[in-house]
Protein backbone atom coordinates (compact mmCIF):
# COMPACT_ATOMS: atom_id res chain seq x y z
CA UNK A 1 0.00 0.00 0.00
CA UNK A 2 1.04 3.37 -0.80
CA UNK A 3 2.75 4.97 2.34
CA UNK A 4 0.83 8.03 1.81
CA UNK A 5 -2.25 6.47 1.64
CA UNK A 6 -1.34 4.64 5.29
CA UNK A 7 -0.11 7.46 6.65
CA UNK A 8 -3.81 9.36 6.33
CA UNK A 9 -5.64 5.95 7.00
CA UNK A 10 -3.77 6.01 10.71
CA UNK A 11 -4.52 9.89 10.71
CA UNK A 12 -7.79 8.96 10.54
CA UNK A 13 -8.35 6.75 12.82
CA UNK A 14 -6.55 8.37 15.89
CA UNK A 15 -8.96 11.42 14.88
CA UNK A 16 -12.20 9.33 14.74
CA UNK A 17 -10.87 7.81 18.24
CA UNK A 18 -10.64 11.32 19.52
CA UNK A 19 -13.92 12.07 18.64
CA UNK A 20 -15.30 8.96 19.97
CA UNK A 21 -13.27 9.91 23.62
CA UNK A 22 -14.60 13.56 23.50
CA UNK A 23 -18.09 12.51 22.31
CA UNK A 24 -17.97 10.44 25.71
CA UNK A 25 -16.48 13.44 27.41
CA UNK A 26 -19.79 15.59 26.38
CA UNK A 27 -22.56 13.87 28.94
CA UNK A 28 -20.15 14.25 32.10
CA UNK A 29 -19.84 17.98 31.32
CA UNK A 30 -23.00 18.54 30.91
CA UNK A 31 -23.86 16.74 33.93
CA UNK A 32 -21.49 18.93 36.22
CA UNK A 33 -22.72 22.19 34.56
CA UNK A 34 -25.85 21.56 35.48
CA UNK A 35 -24.84 20.30 38.92
CA UNK A 36 -22.99 23.40 39.35
CA UNK A 37 -25.90 25.69 38.13
CA UNK A 38 -28.44 24.09 40.79
CA UNK A 39 -25.54 24.60 43.59
CA UNK A 40 -25.21 27.85 42.78
CA UNK A 41 -29.40 28.10 42.82
CA UNK A 42 -29.26 26.35 46.30
CA UNK A 43 -26.62 28.93 47.77
CA UNK A 44 -28.72 32.11 46.43
CA UNK A 45 -31.85 30.90 48.22
CA UNK A 46 -30.55 30.04 51.39
CA UNK A 47 -28.51 33.08 51.58
CA UNK A 48 -31.78 35.60 50.83
CA UNK A 49 -33.34 34.98 54.08
CA UNK A 50 -37.18 34.09 52.04
CA UNK A 51 -39.47 31.61 54.28
CA UNK A 52 -40.35 28.53 52.79
CA UNK A 53 -43.80 29.67 52.29
CA UNK A 54 -42.53 32.38 50.48
CA UNK A 55 -40.62 31.03 48.12
CA UNK A 56 -42.64 30.06 44.96
CA UNK A 57 -44.06 33.60 45.18
CA UNK A 58 -40.67 34.53 45.06
CA UNK A 59 -39.54 32.45 42.38
CA UNK A 60 -42.76 33.32 39.83
CA UNK A 61 -41.88 36.87 40.35
CA UNK A 62 -38.45 36.51 38.87
CA UNK A 63 -39.70 34.54 36.68
CA UNK A 64 -42.19 36.99 35.31
CA UNK A 65 -40.40 40.67 35.91
CA UNK A 66 -37.47 38.29 33.80
CA UNK A 67 -34.53 39.67 36.29
CA UNK A 68 -32.20 37.46 38.20
CA UNK A 69 -32.16 37.51 42.12
CA UNK A 70 -32.48 40.74 43.86
CA UNK A 71 -29.22 42.61 44.65
CA UNK A 72 -28.74 42.13 47.58
CA UNK A 73 -28.57 37.94 47.27
CA UNK A 74 -26.10 38.44 44.47
CA UNK A 75 -24.11 40.61 47.24
CA UNK A 76 -24.37 37.64 49.66
CA UNK A 77 -23.04 35.40 47.08
CA UNK A 78 -20.22 37.62 46.37
CA UNK A 79 -19.42 38.34 49.76
CA UNK A 80 -19.38 34.24 50.29
CA UNK A 81 -16.92 33.65 47.46
CA UNK A 82 -14.94 36.39 48.81
CA UNK A 83 -15.21 35.46 52.55
CA UNK A 84 -13.84 31.62 51.17
CA UNK A 85 -16.46 30.27 50.71
CA UNK A 86 -17.03 26.54 48.90
CA UNK A 87 -17.14 28.54 45.58
CA UNK A 88 -14.04 27.15 43.52
CA UNK A 89 -12.63 29.24 40.29
CA UNK A 90 -12.16 25.72 38.61
CA UNK A 91 -16.08 24.79 37.85
CA UNK A 92 -14.48 21.19 37.30
CA UNK A 93 -13.32 20.59 40.94
CA UNK A 94 -16.43 22.24 42.36
CA UNK A 95 -17.86 20.05 45.45
CA UNK A 96 -19.69 17.50 44.19
CA UNK A 97 -18.84 17.42 40.52
CA UNK A 98 -18.25 13.49 39.82
CA UNK A 99 -14.59 13.41 38.00
CA UNK A 100 -15.65 9.73 36.20
Same mark, same amino acid.
Given at each position: ?11 ? =? ?10 A? #? ?12 ? =????? #? ?5 ? *??? *? ?15 ? =????? *? ?15 ? =???Y???
Amino acid at each position: MNPKIKKAKDEL =ERTKAKIAELQAL #VPQLERGITEMENN =EIIRL #VRSSDIS *LAD *LPAFLASIKNSGTAAPA =ETNTA *LHDSRDAGGDYTDDPLN =EEGYDDE
